[in-house]
């Protein structure tokens, strides 16, 4: 009698991964008690934007109980937009009532590279630059493009046509703040440092490394940098850089105890 052959063992099929879920280990994020807080993202020279923004933060500010009112915009107030002269001049005089905090963004840092350093032109023109020098009555296409003397001219130039007070703003503007359990920055932190720990560059320029880590960071962090068509909120971060420049959305992010709410421009406040 012949025995029978050994059953045949099935092959296991392959599991699916998991969706990796990110779990905050913290309680709900919250602003500091009787305070309101506002952050506005990237404006890139549209100052007429950013006075329709103003104004409806100031009418929002209006419908709510709390006593302080916090203002805070993350950077990058000039380039590639019309006004960047016009934007820098209004945060500088800025809706009357609220307390007032100006970001450093990563093309302020190329400009103020290029007021001191007159062979980073090409990088900032490469980033918008141009539309910068425009607004302050440069004619860039007043000799070669590419001649290092003529590097020397604009920079030259733009030290004579930008006025003292606004040279100041520009050189004291903050690297971040912190409001409660939300920590505000340009572009964003490096996810194995601490908040208080971070490279000055990475705060202005970070981008991959932070925007997919799920890191508790022990704060939500409420950055701009980087464009989306809508604002991003995740557990850890918020980005509201809707790419205002070319999009006509200019993006707020309202911050009231464990409460947030987004207020925006549109079609209708472009002019």
Known sequence: MVAPAPARKRASRPRAPKNR???SRRP???????SV????????GRADLLDALHARIEADAATRDAQRRVLVWLGDYVDRGA?????????M??????????LLGNHEDLMLRFLEDPETGPDWMLNGGAQTLASYQIDMMDG?????????????ALREALPAPQRRFLERLKLTHREGDYFFVHAGVRPDRALDDQDRDDLIWIRGEFLFSDMDYGAVVVHGHTISDEPQTRANRIGID????????????ALEGDRMTFLQTGETDAR
């Open 28 to 34: 709900k994020a919250r602003a500091p008690s009787g």
């Open 37 to 44: 807080v506002y952050a506005i993202g990237d404006i890139h």
């Open 83 to 91: 006004d960047p002269k016009g934007v820098i001049e209004r945060v």
């Open 21 to 23: 879920v990110f779990k």
């Open 242 to 253: 809707t790419g205002a420049y070319y999009s006509d959305r200019l993006t707020a992010l």
């Open 144 to 156: 070669c493009f590419f001649r290092a003397d003529r590097w020397d001219a604009l920079s030259r």
């Open 93 to 102: 005089a800025p809706p009357a009532g609220f307390e007032t905090v100006a």
